[in-house]
Every structure is written in C-alpha cells, then in structure tokens.
C-alpha cells in the first residue's frame, strides 16, 4: 500500500513567522511531487510542484525534496491570515497514479 | 480559460438510492479524473480516463460505482445503490496528457450526503 504521510495539525503560527509543512511519502519509484491548497469547503487548487532534489521556490513558497529520505516540505515566509487551509501533499508514483495525503490544517494567527 | 465544471453541487439522497455527477474538463485536456474526497482525508483516486479509455480504476467500488467519458469529453460518475459511507466530495480533475509532471486541475466538486 503506498501511502504519503502528513502530521494533521493544527499548525499554528503567528502572522508574519514561517510555516514548515512536512510529508514523507512510501515508494521510492515516486517521480513528481505536488502541493495543494485546500480552503475549506473548497477543492484543491496547485501552489507548487517539484521533481528533482533540491529546493524551488515561487515567491513566499519553498518546496525541498529529499527523494533519498522520501521527503518533501513547503516552506510559507511571512505567513498571512489568508494562508489558513489544509496543505495537501500529493505524490506521483510509479505508476502515475497521484496519492495524496490527509493534509495538514495551517492556522495563521493574526 | 474555462476551468473544470461539475454539477450537482450538492446532492442529498437516501441510502439504496442512485445518483449521478457531471463532469466537464477544461477544454483540450486528455486525461480526466474522478476522486472521493471523505471529510478529514485527502482525495482517493477512484478512476482515470484517458480520452474515452479507462487507464485505472482499481479503487472503483465496481459493484456500486460505474463511470463513463464518451467522446472524450465530458463524465458521468454513477453510484447505485448508494450507501451511508459513500457520503463524500466526489471531485473531477483533468490534466493535459496524464504523464507523471502533469499537474491536474480541480473541479468544484458534488457534496453528496447519503441518508
């Protein structure tokens, strides 16, 4: 059973700080890497996708890979109120197939 | 550019009874998506569609759930008899081409409560 693990959260830091969503992920054959941004009762929509090792970075956000470890993380700098949702971590595997996580519920406090 | 569109919205229905989701993809795009989003857990694949091939549908509940992409074009998901663990978000996706970098564009999704 590949699966893709995500701590639930709350996360909670105060406006202005530094988010660090965490995501470990079952099969080493996973090629791409996706996260997503779920506001509630909303559908997920793309923040940012990586691939190869490293980091990449799309204005406030930062994703890092590290597929030796089977890790991926978002980085949000200078945290906003308006990035309070559930982050979705999703993982291409070896089949194409994307799993996602369970998400993990950042509270950004005023 | 028009996004992916999806009707009902919303759907309320008792168990045992059958109910049906729309699905339009974005204009152009290959592969189509149907996932079952329960309250508190990521979406769970249920069927891939490429063009009006079936690519993987090993988590489709096949004795409840059917679905179908004629033309390639615009779903239709089907659930009959439903149950009271069917409630969920069913969400359509689409991608360009369905390869391991595509990214996949969301729907609105169907919130489907079974009573």
């Known amino acids: 059973q590949k699966e893709v693990e995500q701590n639930s959260g709350p996360l909670s830091v105060p406006e202005g700080a530094i988010a660090s969503l965490n995501c470990t992920y079952s099969d080493r054959g996973s090629q791409s890497f996706f996260w997503y941004r779920q506001y509630s009762g909303k559908s997920p929509e793309l923040i940012m996708f990586i691939y190869s090792n490293g980091d990449k970075e799309d204005g406030r956000f930062t994703a890092q890979l590290n597929k030796a470890s089977q890790y991926v993380s978002l980085l949000i700098r200078d945290s906003q109120p308006s990035d309070s949702a559930t982050y979705l971590c999703?993982?291409?595997?070896?089949?194409?197939?994307?799993?996602f996580g369970s998400g993990t519920r950042l509270l950004v406090r005023p | 550019e028009a996004g992916v569109a999806q009707s009902p919205r919303y759907k309320i229905i008792e168990k045992r009874q059958s109910v049906a989701f729309w699905c339009n993809p974005i204009?152009?795009?290959?592969?189509l998506y149907w996932y079952q989003q329960i309250l508190g857990q990521g979406p769970k694949l249920l069927i891939q569609?490429?063009?009006?091939?079936?690519?993987?549908d090993s988590q489709l509940p096949k004795d409840r759930f059917s679905a179908e992409r004629l033309k390639g074009v615009d779903s239709t998901l089907k659930i009959q008899p439903a149950k009271l663990e069917d409630s969920a978000v069913y969400l359509c996706?689409?991608?360009?081409?369905?390869?391991?970098?595509?990214?996949?564009?969301f729907g609105p999704g169907t919130r489907l409560t079974v009573l």
């Open positions: 996706a689409s991608s360009p081409r369905g390869g391991a970098t595509d990214t996949q564009y």
């Open positions: 999703a993982v291409n595997d070896s089949s194409y197939k994307l799993i």
């Open positions: 569609f490429q063009n009006n091939g079936v690519v993987d």
């Open positions: 204009s152009g795009h290959a592969t």
